[in-house]
């Protein structure tokens, strides 16, 4: 049993052929992924040229109900551009409607913007957990912002601990060693792991902080020092979750393969691979 924690649909850039639910269906089969999250494209402009909304995501869920774990996506600018707005229908109304988290999250605001806040807090009463994609700098094409090593991060875990977070993008894996840098943290920086980085003590420290192994930046985390993936996978185990960021046709997803082999391989326990690839999911979106 697999669940990935991060799928879209649609097609996201002017050369892509859209991804449709068959197609993330075939490949589900084929990955043996039993279930997948998928996060709407939609509500924030920067960074995208066409949607794909929380409405074609649920209508999406209700032709495949066992296979797909729809998420909505909300922008902390959207309805009223307050740091007063409520959301707390609209979250309401996604809830019922079967989302069972928040995201992803894309503006590009710092990760501690008062709107950012204010929604973050009302995703926490709903209790739904909010998927976000963290970038180095204001002026980057999407994603939410934090300075080097996370303070504004920090800020957002210690001040709102109703709310879990689920850390996805560079920005956020690029933390995982200490020679993390201005010039190498809006990438994927390679290299040995000689010193754990911000992003393991903040996962030690606060209980409301997930990694979303997914994508490029998730990958390259965890292979860049092979011997310390396994150490960082055992370690936090009950802090990771599995994911592809599937999202354009006929993508190549190397983590279904690599988690595999890890565990066969004997590198991770076998309760380590369960945690990651669903229990800890499960548990965060209230499956059982
Ligand atoms: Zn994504």
Redesign the pocket.
Known sequence: MIIDI?T?LGRVTREDIPVTAEELIENMDKWEIEKAVV?PLDATPEGSTFWFTTEQVLEVYRRYPDRIIPFCKLDPRQIDNSMKTDFSWILQEYKDKGCRGVG?ITANLYIDDPMGMNLFAQCGEANMPVLF?LVDRIGAQYGLVDNIYLPRLERILRELPETTFIG?AMSFWAEISTDVTEETRGGYPKGLIKSPGRLQELLRKYDNLYGDLS?GSGFNAITRDPEYGYKFLEEFQDKLLFGT?F?HHNQEVPIVDYTKSVLNDGKISRTTYEKITHINAEKLLKMK
């Open positions: 991060h879209h996060l992803e994609h996805h994508a960021d999202c």
